[in-house]
């Protein structure tokens, strides 16, 4: 598939998160793509606090990949977030970020997380397409952005 419609739910796509420390943040996300994945919420935030306790998962750039296996996922599934306040996600530019893609797989199917994690992280290295996801205006244009953006890659 050319875009991320089959990874990024667009009902837990939250355009103003005000978020006032990162666990807040992750809390949130967990709590939208647990519910619109259908699994716990509370295993899924102890999965993803605990893949954040290895190491942080800023990336630069103002953007977090928080990701984690969690049992009940059938496939990697996504969340975005933009956050009101820029939360600290370690990021080895020291950047806070306020555009957060959490990413749920299964724990039995590490290639595909691995996958859908580089497709997310190609993606969003993309300046046109940060600067279009701190634009949008709300959660469609949000998603169409992940949509569209790889579909004229592809072009």
Do not use: C, W
Not at 75 to 84: D, I
């Amino acid at each position: 598939m050319n875009d991320l419609s089959d990874l990024l739910a667009p009902d837990a796509i939250i355009v103003r998160l005000p978020a006032t420390s990162r666990r807040h943040a992750l809390q949130a996300m967990t709590d939208a793509l647990a519910k619109a994945a259908g699994v716990d919420a509370r295993a899924a935030f102890e999965a993803v606090l605990m893949r954040e306790r290895l190491s942080g998962t800023g990336m630069g750039e103002g953007v977090a990949i928080p990701h984690a296996p969690v049992a009940g996922i059938t496939r990697p599934t996504g969340a975005f977030a933009r956050l009101e306040t820029p939360q600290e996600f370690d990021a080895l530019d020291a950047r806070p970020a306020d555009l957060v893609f959490m990413l749920l797989a299964p724990p039995d199917r590490g290639g595909d997380h691995l996958k859908a994690l580089a497709r997310v992280s190609r993606l969003l290295r993309r300046a046109d397409v940060r600067e279009k996801l701190r634009a949008a205006r709300g959660a469609e244009e949000i998603y169409a952005v992940f949509v569209g953006a790889v579909r004229s890659d592809a072009a």
